[in-house]
């Protein structure tokens, strides 16, 4: 089930945003997800693979934040999710890229 859920995140990205050319869009991975679907994964087993799946798919941006400041079991679940993320950093030369935990694909940082 999780490896179907992550297979239609990735076929559903987000489109591109005027606000971000030539960037990924920070809600990359969430644009086909609902709160219902965080605060249902929610209710399966710690350690569950949908619920790290959906975590990992909230790491970018900040859909999901007031379902992070109300759902404990989802703070865990996404707390887990960033500490991956951050660990995947890396700084050569001038670039700083992530590896997305959805796609393991390396992207860029792109500063504000």
């Known amino acids: ?10 076929a559903n990205p987000a489109p591109e945003d005027p606000e971000w050319p030539g960037w990924r869009v920070p809600y990359t991975n969430t644009f086909c997800l609902t709160s219902q679907h965080i605060t ?11 619920r790290g799946i959906l975590a990992a798919a909230t790491v970018e941006g900040y ?17 887990k999710a960033v500490r ?5 950093i890396t700084i050569e030369f001038n670039a700083t890229t ?15």
């Not at 089930?1 to 990735?10: D, F």
């Not at 209710?43 to 693979?49: E, F, N, R, S, T």
């Not at 991956?84 to 995947?88: G, K, Q, W």
């Not at 992530?98 to 504000?112: T, V, Y």
């Open 40 to 50: 249902s994964a929610c209710a399966l087993p710690q350690g569950h693979p949908v």
């Open 63 to 79: 859909k999901f934040e007031r379902e992070a400041s109300r759902v404990p079991e989802f703070a865990v679940n996404l707390l």
């Open 98 to 112: 992530f590896e997305d935990p959805i796609s393991r694909l390396r992207f860029g940082l792109k500063g504000i």
């Open 84 to 88: 991956a993320t951050i660990e995947s």
């Open 1 to 10: 089930m999780a490896e179907r859920i992550k297979a239609i995140i990735l």
